[in-house]
């Protein structure tokens, strides 16, 4: 409340200065003018007619403009838009043409002694309401486009804001599972094989170091992003054993101007992982590939398990699917075939 209320006061005091300078613009051009008929010989009825026109336009226009600020506090658009239109039109009329009949009395007085007949306040309201339909068709174009450009970019704005929301909620979340089942695997170590539970601490604490380093960026460069999927890479093959086997691009040799969003490739990991089935059957195989250096592609053995009643499944990929909604116009590609599921990931550049 207090912004919407800071903002109509510096509306208001932005459309006063405007208001004041098209007075003074439009009184330096009567002048010069008045000056410029003077110094022509012309008689003194073509300045006084340029001065009452000019007096009508600024009456008009402030008049009206006024008109519309205050019944757009009384009784907005939004309300009732048959009421405040022909209020509108009524009232903005009856205005213009007051305005009208009392300068040109006024004018007509001051000039010839003599006060203008029936016929002639008759003519000059023809002519008047003839000026100020166009007129009044114009200040309401000009007025809804301004309206509908305002929320168009309100909308926008709304839309960014929830999208940003969104991400902010998504964004750099590792299943709680992974935590306890790592857990575990570390417990077991522990006492069979001390050196390789002090690696797997070591692996386990750059995940999570990673995971706190980059929770607030957007984008991450991709071989940093693979820097950080080897050590979570080595967590789940201490986990899985044989049963896993996990093919990775060499990081070093990646562009550092390639992008993605941060634990995008992690979490199309987990969510193979999470979808299949792991067994003895055969091992289960995950291949990651950069594509043409636009896409990174993450390739898993097809075994899909049956889904648990009242379990949503596919979060893993919607949350991506967002992130780069917010991020790009490219998203993600998926693709299903018999023996493999496939996911690639457009590779962002940073444009400055």
């Not at 409340?1 to 051009?29: A, F, H, Q, Y």
């Not at 890479?233 to 691009?249: C, N, S, W």
Request: hydrophobic share 45%; charged share 20%.
């Amino acid at each position: 409340m207090k912004m919407r209320g800071s903002e109509n006061k510096t509306r208001r005091k932005n459309e006063r200065k405007g208001l004041l300078l098209l007075g003074l613009i439009i009184l330096i051009l009567s002048v010069t003018s008045i000056f410029y008929l003077m110094r022509s010989g012309l008689e003194l009825y073509y300045l006084v007619s340029l001065l009452w026109i000019v007096t009508i336009v600024f009456l008009l226009w402030t008049g009206n403009k006024c008109i519309f600020n205050y019944l757009d506090a009384r009784l907005p658009w939004l309300q009732n838009i048959s009421k405040r239109f022909f209020l509108q039109i009524l009232i903005s009329c009856f205005y213009s043409l007051l305005c009208i009949n009392g300068t040109y009395y006024l004018f007509k007085v001051q000039t010839s002694l003599t006060a203008p007949d029936p016929a002639q306040f008759f003519v000059l309201n023809v002519y008047g309401l003839l000026f100020i339909i166009p007129v009044l068709a114009v200040n309401f174009s000009i007025y809804f486009v301004s309206q509908w450009k305002k929320a168009h970019l309100q909308s926008d704005q709304l839309r960014e804001e929830n999208l940003r929301t969104q991400l902010n909620s998504l964004r750099m979340q590792l299943d709680p599972h992974f935590l306890f089942n790592n857990l575990n695997v570390l417990s077991s170590l522990i006492e069979k094989a001390p050196r390789t539970a002090q690696d797997f601490l070591d692996k386990f604490a750059d995940v999570y170091r990673y995971v706190l380093e980059y929770k607030k960026e957007e984008l991450v460069a991709l071989s940093t992003e693979l820097e950080f999927i080897e050590a979570y890479v080595y967590l789940l093959e201490k986990r899985f054993g044989d049963q896993l086997q996990i093919e990775m691009p060499v990081s070093s040799t990646i562009s550092d101007s390639l992008y993605i969003p941060p634990l995008s490739l992690q979490m199309l990991i987990e969510n193979a992982l999470k979808h299949n089935k792991i067994s003895g059957e055969g091992p289960f195989m995950i291949q990651v590939l950069i594509e043409n250096e636009r896409w990174l592609t993450v390739k898993n053995t097809y075994r899909p398990k049956e889904a648990a009643p009242g379990r949503a499944g596919g979060t893993g990929l919607d949350n991506i699917r967002r992130r780069y909604e917010y991020l790009s116009s490219e998203n993600l590609i998926i693709r299903q075939e018999e023996s493999f599921f496939i996911v690639s990931l457009p590779l962002l550049e940073i444009v400055e």
